[in-house]
């Protein structure tokens, strides 16, 4: 099992950042992949953006340009850099790793955007 624990989420102004952190129970070697989705209300759950242990990098097509992920390697935490935040942005973002083939997620941080 993995355990995934997030922080950095809440209040920002139309046009701020803010940067969340995700830290994972297992070290990334064996984590084949870590990031982050996200769900507002009457949504689905979407992706925001993802790592891989190699590194590479996916992102939402919403978000591109606007944010960052890093981390991974070695490391058990991710960080999601979130700049250019809109009022499309708010919603809750669940913290996503990839562990021996099984999806595991977090309990989630609120991000709510303010116009």
């Known amino acids: 099992q993995v355990h995934l624990v997030e922080s950095g989420g809440g209040l920002v102004q139309d046009g701020g950042s803010l940067r969340l952190s995700c830290t994972a129970s297992r070290t990334f070697f064996s984590i084949s992949a870590l990031g982050w989705y996200r769900q507002a209300p009457g949504n689905q759950r979407e992706l925001v953006a993802t790592?891989?242990?190699?590194?590479?990098?996916n992102y939402g097509d919403s978000v591109k340009s606007r944010f960052t992920i890093t981390g991974g390697n070695d490391k058990n935490t991710v960080w999601l850099q979130m700049n250019s935040l809109k009022p499309a942005d708010a919603a809750v973002y669940y913290c996503?790793?990839?562990?021996?083939?099984?999806?595991?997620w977090g309990q989630g941080t609120q991000v709510t955007v303010s116009s």
């Open positions: 996503f790793a990839r562990y021996d083939g099984t999806d595991y």
């Open positions: 790592i891989t242990r190699g590194g590479s990098t």
